[in-house]
T-cell receptor
Framework: GAGVSQSPSNKVTEKGKDVELRCDPISGHTALYWYRQSLGQGLEFLIYFQGNSAPDKSGLPSDRFSAERTGGSVSTLTIQRTQQEDSAVYLC?????????????FGPGTRLTVL | AQSVTQLDSQVPVFEEAPVELRCNYSSSVSVYLFWYVQYPNQGLQLLLKYLSGSTLVESINGFEAEFNKSQTSFHLRKPSVHISDTAEYFCAVSDSRSGSEKLVFGKGTKLTVNP
């Protein structure tokens, strides 16, 4: 079956522009996560969606970052007024249910470069 | 809050040699523990996990890790590595209480297996 997909695979933008990154989770997975992988910081949690519950936004680094999940499936991560320090690989993951066992399946990532 | 320390950023070894990748964590609550692997130009994949029960867990490709609660460690070992094990390995923890799903990652260890 299809895994987690993300688009675009690469995005180059100019400082100050807005970008949208898309994630399609595995069909039927109710939980969706965004992480960021950067050279200086490693892998950092950004935001977590679970069903219709309010998302856990505790990892978003600033108010320029936001995410939504429409219809409990596709998610979009938006970065407004991009800065050079936003350059990173943005990873999406999904898991099948909120339970005591948390196996997350990761997508290939979107590499964002801010010039 | 949890944190993860991977003591070695890079580990070079020769083929067929044993290897140990070290991971220590800090947490005020009980945790689940994971090792993820990222092969060159590929996404993150779950290698093995500790949820409960036996403190020694194994992967299908010969890696094993042992949960040591007193030392708050979850070191990854393999008795004889192959060239194909060259990858970046990430140790991660999550809060074992239901509803706290995010993964907290270490900064990763790049394992390079040389012929």
């Amino acid at each position: 079956g299809a895994g987690v997909s993300q688009s675009p695979s690469n995005k180059v933008t100019e400082k100050g522009k807005d970008v949208e990154l898309r994630c399609d989770p595995i069909s039927g997975h109710t939980a969706l996560y965004w992480y960021r992988q950067s050279l200086g910081q490693g892998l950092e949690f950004l935001i977590y969606f679970q069903g219709n519950s309010a998302p856990d936004k505790s990892g978003l680094p600033s108010d320029r970052f936001s995410a939504e999940r429409t219809g409990g499936s596709v998610s979009t991560l938006t970065i407004q007024r991009t800065q050079q320090e936003d350059s990173a690989v943005y990873l999406c993951a999904s898991s099948s249910r909120p339970s005591s066992y948390n196996e997350q399946f990761f997508g290939p990532g979107t590499r964002l470069t801010v010039l | 809050a949890q944190s993860v320390t991977q003591l070695d950023s890079q580990v070079p070894v020769f083929e067929e040699a044993p290897v140990e990748l070290r991971c220590n964590y800090s947490s005020s609550v009980s945790v689940y523990l994971f090792w993820y692997v990222q092969y060159p130009n590929q996404g993150l994949q779950l290698l093995l996990k500790y949820l409960s029960g036996s403190t020694l867990v194994e992967s299908i490709n010969g890696f094993e890790a042992e949960f040591n609660k007193s030392q708050t460690s979850f070191h990854l070992r393999k008795p004889s590595v192959h060239i194909s094990d060259t990858a970046e390995y990430f140790c991660a923890v999550s809060d074992s209480r239901s509803g706290s799903e995010k993964l907290v990652f270490g900064k990763g260890t790049k394992l390079t297996v040389n012929p």
